[in-house]
Nanobody, 124 residues
Framework: VQLQASGGGLVQAGGSLRLSCVAS????????VGWFRQAPGKEREFVSA????????VAADSVKGRFTVSKDSAKNTVYLQMNSVKPEDTAVYYC??????????????????WGQGTQVTVSS
């Protein structure tokens, strides 16, 4: 499975951005799709995740109430809607997919396939 993340760019603080993650060479069926981000000089951190079957979601405390993960089954695509963005949201955002129980969705080791990342820059 190959993942393609897109939708990043430059946005002002308080604005919105929507990231997309498309799978090719397979589908998300039976998988969890997660979003992670890595800011310069920092470790990669969990943002949010969704189970393809059922639609259960989880999100990091830092983005709860601002970011929403969703899916479009017809397009085999997972979205990360980012609202009320802050300068500290600046990072390269990655999507990944794997299998695991809900308690492990925030762990990078739960994910088998990773996309190449898309840059999000939030200006103050």
């Amino acid at each position: 499975v190959q993942l393609q993340a897109s939708g990043g760019g430059l946005v002002q603080a308080g604005g919105s951005l929507r990231l997309s993650c498309v799978a090719s060479g397979g589908t998300f069926s039976g998988y969890v799709v997660g979003w992670f981000r890595q800011a310069p000089g920092k470790e990669r951190e969990f943002v949010s995740a969704i189970r393809w079957s059922g639609g259960n979601t989880v999100a990091a405390d830092s983005v709860k109430g601002r970011f929403t993960v969703s899916k479009d089954s017809a397009k085999n695509t997972v979205y990360l809607q980012m609202n009320s963005v802050k300068p500290e949201d600046t990072a390269v955002y990655y999507c990944a997919t794997g299998r695991g129980i809900l308690s492990t969705w925030s762990q990078q080791r739960s994910y088998l396939y990773w996309g190449q990342g898309t840059q999000v820059t939030v200006s103050s």
